[in-house]
Every structure is written in structure tokens, then in C-alpha cells.
């Protein structure tokens, strides 16, 4: 089945600056990679989603690109706030949009 | 998007003992899926419900430790049976929805302690 590997597990940076997380899949069947952020105590929430056909998809501050030669794709957010703060999970699913294999989760501190 | 209802939120259960978890979607869907997250951990998907047709398992999830009904395209039940400690976690619904493309949302979740 599916795997996806997600680096870094925790992720400080000041506020302004940016963050990138990173993820890799296993199966060349995968066609979808959502993002998901999570805050505490609350369920996820799609932040972006990108599919097998597009190289990148940027909206507002947040970003995504997928390189599917390698099998990874990267979250990018710029001028990050302290309300990025959350943790970030990475997906991916070969099938219904649903059926989502996730990473082991990004945690995200933006500081002052 | 979609106004998904999980009942309980949350609950302290004796280990031995099962409980069942709804799922109420505003809107007729497909599929619905169910997903354990673990404390602190990712969340792992253990089933697909259909309506109509037997629940679908992920490696390593049975049937007899978390059955699912189905009994029409807005609801669903997952039952985490004869628990024990181990079972601590948070349990989620999904369902997708197609907003131009298709997208997954979660329900809030059920945060299950057994004692």
C-alpha cells in the first residue's frame, strides 16, 4: 500500500518568514495530495490540494508544488502569522478523494 | 462544503466495554469513511462504509472489532468493541464532496479515553 514520509516533525519559524514542509509517496498510482491543518482540539481542514496533472498551485500565501518523477511534494507558506501555528499533515490517494493515506504530521510554531 | 455531526464528542469508557459512534452528514453521499488518530499521532483510515454493501477494512482493522452500519446515504455508525486502553484516541468521520473538484471533510471528532 501507500506511504508517505513527511519532514520535518516540528518546524519553529519567526513571523514573516517562511515554511516549507516536505513529503514523499510511495505509489505511482497516487493522483491527489491534500494539506490538512489541524489545530489543537479541532478536526482537520483542507488548506490546498493539488492533483497528478498540475506542477504547482499556489493560493494567497500558501503554495504546493508535486514532482512526480521523484514521488514529493512541498507546502510552501510565506509571511507566515501566528495563526499558522497548527500542525500540518500531508495526504495522498490514488482513488476517492477520501481515501487518504496521511504523513506522520508537521508541528508548526510561528513565533514573534 | 458539508456540516458533519459525530456524536459523543468525547467519552470515558470502562475497558471491556464497546461504544458506537454516529455520524450525521447534512447531505446524501456515497462513501464515508472512518479514521482513528491516535494521541498525538497522524490519523489512519479503517474503513470505508457504503450504503447498501459491507464496510470495507484497512490492514489491520476487523470487522469484529469496529463494526460499521450504513443504513442510509446520510448516517453511519462505527462501533469500537471490547476496548481497552489501546483504543484511546480520536475517531473521525469523513465524507467527500465534490466543490468543483472533490474534497474530503471531517467531522470533529470523537475523543474516546478508556479506563
Known amino acids: 500500500g501507500e506511504n508517505v514520509e513527511q519532514h520535518p516533525s516540528t518546524l519553529s519559524v519567526q513571523e514573516g518568514d517562511s515554511a516549507v514542509i516536505k513529503c514523499t509517496y510511495s505509489?505511482?498510482?497516487?493522483?491527489?495530495f491534500p494539506w490538512y491543518k489541524q489545530e489543537l482540539g479541532k478536526r482537520p481542514q483542507l488548506i490546498i490540494d493539488?492533483?497528478?496533472?498540475?506542477g504547482e498551485k499556489k493560493d494567497q500565501r500558501i503554495a504546493v508544488t508535486l514532482n512526480k518523477t521523484a514521488k514529493h511534494f512541498s507546502l510552501h507558506i510565506t509571511e507566515t502569522q501566528p495563526e499558522d501555528s497548527a500542525v500540518y499533515f500531508c495526504?495522498?490517494?490514488?482513488?476517492?478523494?477520501?481515501?487518504?493515506?496521511f504523513g506522520t504530521g508537521t508541528r508548526l510554531q510561528v513565533t514573534l | 462544503s458539508a456540516v458533519i455531526s459525530q456524536k459523543p464528542s468525547r467519552d470515558i469508557c470502562q475497558r471491556g466495554t464497546s461504544l458506537t459512534i454516529q455520524c450525521q452528514v447534512d447531505?446524501?453521499?456515497?462513501?464515508m469513511f472512518w479514521y482513528r488518530q491516535q494521541p498525538g499521532q497522524s490519523l489512519t483510515l479503517i474503513a470505508t462504509?457504503?450504503?447498501?454493501?459491507?464496510?470495507?477494512?484497512e490492514s489491520g482493522f476487523v470487522i469484529d472489532k469496529f463494526p460499521i452500519s450504513r443504513p442510509n446515504l446520510t448516517f453511519s455508525t462505527l462501533t469500537v468493541s471490547n476496548m481497552s486502553p489501546e483504543d484511546s484516541s480520536i475517531y473521525l468521520c469523513?465524507?467527500?464532496?465534490?466543490?468543483?473538484?472533490?474534497?474530503?471533510?471531517f467531522g470533529q471528532g470523537t475523543r474516546l479515553t478508556v479506563v
Open positions: 495526504a495522498a490517494s490514488s482513488g476517492t478523494a477520501s481515501k487518504l493515506t
Open positions: 469523513s465524507v467527500e464532496i465534490s466543490t468543483g473538484g472533490t474534497e474530503a471533510f
Open positions: 493539488i492533483r497528478s496533472n498540475v
Open positions: 462504509a457504503n450504503q447498501g454493501s459491507e464496510a470495507t477494512y
Open positions: 447531505s446524501q453521499v456515497t462513501m
Open positions: 505509489d505511482s498510482a497516487s493522483n491527489y
